[in-house]
């Protein structure tokens, strides 16, 4: 809401409960507290009924039946407006901005006007460009703001507000640092929420950066680096129309991490999303088991996109001449003619596209060599038929001295125009012509073709001569159900080959219909997790987004995946090349500095030469070790998750732990989530019981793996570490 206010710091650092966690140290500081509350509660009553408003007018429009696709289309658009207006329930309005020439502006979930003020703005919404001075600006950077105010609401009351002065009289570091401080030190639910009363300046340029090409964003544990990617989709969409109506896919680890996700967008009003793993991208594929490190490196190089091409080009028929039987005849089509349409038919189109292609000018060429054909032979007819007519003119012509002659090319034998159409057409129609091209330029099936080349060690040599003997041998001796890393080589071959029919769209909503067709092109990609990624999954990722509007957020500290690469540079170069832009997140919001002062050892055991993002709170509780003997582990362990959860009740715990252990573990704590540091990572517990860390420091990349361990927590960190095993005497 746009309006002049006689600006007072009077309230400055105002909220329900001081930081110290007593009582306001004056009755002046209470009465302003009470004061700032009641007038935010004031705007809060005004915006919610405008919301109400909305929504029941919105309510009473799609009530309305839809009779035509434009009408249907517009029902989707208000079905969508009413939606975010429904999920802005909590949190409508979180701040307000005070310029320094008396404007107010206030700052919500959703952008409203004020009916009563000529469609003035009531509430700016976060995403649109006024409401950016209330994550950017500084005491040294005000952007013409003296003071910035987070409100903090529960359902529709005021329960606090915390004033900023933006006039450099108080100098913080992070923006809205009670409120912030405040949303950390909540307990987890198990399920990440939005933070847009309470992003940060480095986070929110990274989430308004133009969508130009691919950008990476690098963010050690606790940056937000997920929240950032999230928050930057619901900023795109709309910023960025168009973009909601290819649909936005969104690319995490796991499973359990999507779960872990899953109400963000929606909360934020974005439905149009695709959430999946590279695992399930394709629809009808499942993964049927694991596989080695070793394989999965091999067949994870970038080097099985060219392997691919020439497999599927060895493929495609070769010029030859063609012998088509048509109405009883024969007729030849030349190879040197076939050639030519199979290079125009080939240039630029995957196998099966190229095929039709080929086969609608089969069809022509057939029906002119028919034409041709047809023609000739009433040429030859016509001679012997103009002799005749020759001879009946001299008759007559002596009979009745006519000086009008006959000739044959009154029975000339050409064929129109629509007769040759006509003639394509029921070519096009018959199934013998179909069943010969289809015998000559077979329907191929990606799975079949890739397993066919997986199997065959002189294909591989043939067509992969960059692997070496032993690295063809074990491809070719994996069983025949599909491992993570094939799902690439799948997708890719499918692209080659294309589709032999054009998709037909299933489902009434957008994201539905984009998860069903595999060839879907995305306004957007988020790769979440991207240090994991392949350079066949990073082909899978610009293959779905050729536009190579990306954004990939990751901690190349915390890569686990059996590839080598160790910068961002290595992972991406073989797929994006030079053409990607870098981003950073550098401060610590989550973790607390407690535990960030462990990670600098074993980041440098990891290889890195990166410094650990710096922590900017405290939780006050020093991780703690119990040593036990490895018969004691499963005691040890309910022992300690039962001490934990009545410490963080309400809240969460989980625990990490070696891959040998999980299933031993899972047997007596089964009301905790127990995981691989693979397996937990981007998720978050109040506290973390992280089991035997030498044994997961001893796993493959396993220091990259102990830092994602040691750093899931907000809270409190706690080790069972275990004593060497004596060795049998």
């Known amino acids: 809401m746009r309006r002049k206010a006689a600006l007072s710091n009077s309230t400055a650092g105002v909220s329900d409960v001081p930081p110290d966690g007593g009582l306001p140290t004056s009755a002046a500081e209470g009465v302003a507290r009470r004061n700032a509350v009641a007038e935010e509660q004031a705007f809060l009553d005004v915006a919610t009924a405008r919301r109400d408003r909305l929504a029941d007018h919105l309510l009473v429009e799609l009530s309305a039946e839809a009779l035509d696709a434009m009408e249907q289309a517009r029902q989707r658009m208000l079905r969508q407006q009413y939606e975010e207006l429904r999920r802005a329930q909590d949190g409508l309005v979180f701040g307000r901005l005070d310029s320094l020439d008396g404007t107010v502006r206030h700052v919500g979930r959703v952008g409203l006007r004020d ?138 680890p796991s499973p359990r991490f999507l779960q872990y996700i899953g109400q963000v967008l929606p909360a934020l009003g974005e439905t149009a999303v695709v959430a999946a793993t590279c695992d399930t991208l394709l629809a009808d594929v499942q993964v049927g088991r694991d596989e080695s490190r070793l394989l999965s490196e091999i067949k994870g190089r970038a080097l099985w996109q060219p392997t691919l091409e020439r497999y599927v080009a060895s493929l495609l028929p070769r010029p030859r001449e063609l012998k088509l039987r048509w109405e009883g005849d024969f007729y030849v089509i030349t190879a040197a003619t076939v050639a030519q349409a199979l290079a125009s038919a080939t240039q630029g189109r995957p196998y099966h596209r190229a095929r039709a292609a080929f086969a609608e000018q089969l069809h022509h060429l057939l029906a002119d060599v028919v034409a041709e054909q047809r023609e000739a032979l009433m040429d030859e007819m016509e001679e012997g038929f103009e002799d005749i007519l020759a001879r009946v003119d001299r008759s007559m012509a002596d009979e009745h001295h006519s000086t009008r002659p006959s000739t044959g090319s009154q029975v000339a034998g050409l064929l129109s125009e629509d007769e ?99 060839g879907w092109v995305y306004g957007h990609v988020v790769v979440d997790e991207a240090q994991e990624l392949s350079e066949m999954q990073w082909h899978m990722v610009l293959r779905r987004c050729p536009s190579r509007s990306i954004t990939a957020v990751g901690d190349i500290d915390q ?13 991406v170069q073989a797929v994006l090349g030079d053409r ?28 890195s030469h990166n410094a650990p993002p710096r922590a900017v709170r405290s939780s006050g509780i020093v991780p703690w070790e119990l040593t036990i003997a490895p018969a004691e582990l499963a005691s040890a362990a309910v022992e300690a998750v039962r ?23 899972q047997t007596v704590l089964s009301d905790v989530p127990v995981l691989t540091a693979t ?51």
């Not at 870098?582 to 500095?593: K, M, S, V």
């Open 115 to 252: 009916e009563d003020k000529g469609g003035e703005p009531l509430l700016v919404d976060w995403r649109a460009p006024a409401a950016r001075p209330f994550y950017t600006a500084t005491a040294g950077d005000p952007q013409g703001q003296a003071r910035r105010r987070h409100i903090r609401t529960t359902g529709s009351t005021v329960v606090g507000v915390d004033d900023e002065p933006l006039d450099g009289t108080v100098t913080a570091e992070l923006v809205g640092e009670g409120a912030l401080l405040a949303a950390l030190d909540q307990r987890r639910t198990g399920h990440m929420s939005t933070a847009i009363s309470t992003l940060q300046r480095e986070q929110d340029d990274i989430i308004r950066a133009e969508a130009t090409g691919p950008l990476i964003v690098q963010g050690g544990p606790g940056t937000g680096k997920t929240v950032v990617a999230l928050h930057r989709v619901a900023y795109l969409l709309f910023t960025h129309r168009t973009m909601a109506d290819q649909a936005v896919l969104v690319l995490g």
């Open 420 to 518: 040759i159409e006509h003639l394509r057409a029921r070519i096009a129609e018959n199934a013998t012509i179909a069943r010969f091209i289809e015998a000559w330029w077979p329907t191929l099936d990606p799975e079949t073709l890739l397993g066919d080349l997986l199997a065959d060690r002189t294909l591989l040599a043939r067509f992969a001569p960059q692997l070496s003997p032993d690295e063809i041998t074990a491809v070719a001796a994996e069983p025949a159900s599909w491992a993570p890393s094939d799902i690439p080589l799948l997708d890719a071959l499918a692209d080659l080959l294309g589709e032999v029919d054009a998709p037909q769209p299933q489902g009434e909503f957008l994201a539905d219909r984009a998860r069903r067709q595999r």
């Open 559 to 571: 890569a686990e995946a059996a590839h080598r690469h160790t910068s961002w540079a290595q992972a």
């Open 580 to 607: 990607w832009t870098a981003a950073e997140l550098t401060i610590c919001y989550r973790t607390p500095r407690e535990v960030m002062d462990l990670t600098e050892p074993v980041l440098k055991k990891a290889g």
């Open 643 to 665: 001490q934990l959860q009545q410490r963080w009740r309400g809240g969460t715990v989980g625990v990490v732990a070696p891959a040998d252990r999980i299933a031993e573990l």
């Open 679 to 729: 397996q937990s990572k981007g998720l978050e517990w109040d506290a973390t019981l992280l089991i035997d860390p030498e044994g997961v420091a001893a796993e493959p990349r396993g220091w990259n793996g102990l830092y994602v361990a040691l750093t899931r927590c907000t809270q409190e960190l706690g080790q069972l570490i275990l004593t060497p095993q004596s060795p049998p005497r």
